[in-house]
Structure formats: C-alpha cells, structure tokens
C-alpha cells in the first residue's frame, strides 16, 4: 500500500534582488522529480511552476496568490525549503508550516541561521545531501511516524 503525502516546494525566488528578475529555479526540479521517484502517488506543489511570471503580478493577484500559497502549505504534510540565501516568503511559509506541524526539511548552506536552526525538522546543507535523506528512506520513516501512518509489507499487511 502507497501512503499519499502532500509537499509544498519552497524556496528562494528573489531573495534580496531588488528588480523583478528571480534567481535560478533549476533546484525545483531536482526536488520533484526525487519526491516523485520515492514518493509515488503524492501530491508536490510548485509556486514556480503554477505561477512563473509571479514577480511581475499587480499587487492584487500577488496578494491573493501569496495567501493561497499560505493556506497550501498548512495543509502540507511537508515543506522542503531550499534556500542557498535569505528569502522571505520561505522564511514566512517556514514561521506557518511550523505552526502547523507541517515537516520541515531545510536545503541550506545557512546551517547556524536561528529560523532554519529553530523550524527545521530535517536540515541539508545542498541538494546532494536533500537526494540522499529521501532515497535513505529516512524522510518516509520520519514522516510515517509523525503522520500515524503504518509501514505496510509487499503483502499489504501492517509491520
């Protein structure tokens, strides 16, 4: 039996850029596509991918997207977070997670940070370490236990 998990993909977007232009969003995808190969069958949210041109939004539609995207990542069961930089919109979506008791996994180089110190459940410091807590099977386990699943056997039955 596959257990169904929701991820919400955060991360630095414009960071401290101070025009609309935003940085690298390649790092999205290596998460995706290592949620989808462990996590078959989950639901994976991507701001970036439902919402490109969101820098150039009116203040309106960027109000109402930002709230949206609030509102799906406490109903999250986890938010992966990378941030090679400050972001606040991540620091933000992190401080609600957080409140929620939504997991917390941390991809940052920014290890002595007191929001990523103090909110993260599971911390990497890049995307090879952020590979490597998911194909371990470590993140399944944490969040089986944490979200009262029970481990299932190829027969179906409880372990």
Known sequence: MQESFRFFIAGIMQGSRKDRSVHDQS?????RETL?????????????ENHPGSPSYKNERAREVFYHHIELVKNA????VFLPEASLGSAIEMWEAAHRGVMIVSITPM???????????????D??????????????????K??????????????
């Open 27 to 31: 790092y999205r995808r290596v998460i």
């Open 127 to 144: 995307l090879e370490g952020f590979v490597k807590l998911v194909e371990s099977g470590k993140l399944k386990s944490r969040l089986m």
């Open 146 to 159: 944490r979200f009262d699943y029970a481990e299932h056997d190829e027969a179906g039955e409880a372990r």
């Open 36 to 48: 989808m190969r462990e996590f078959p069958g989950s639901r994976i949210y991507c701001p970036a």
């Open 77 to 80: 069961h986890v938010l992966v």
């Open 111 to 125: 290890h002595a940070n007191w929001v990523v110190r103090i909110l993260s459940d599971e911390h990497c410091r």
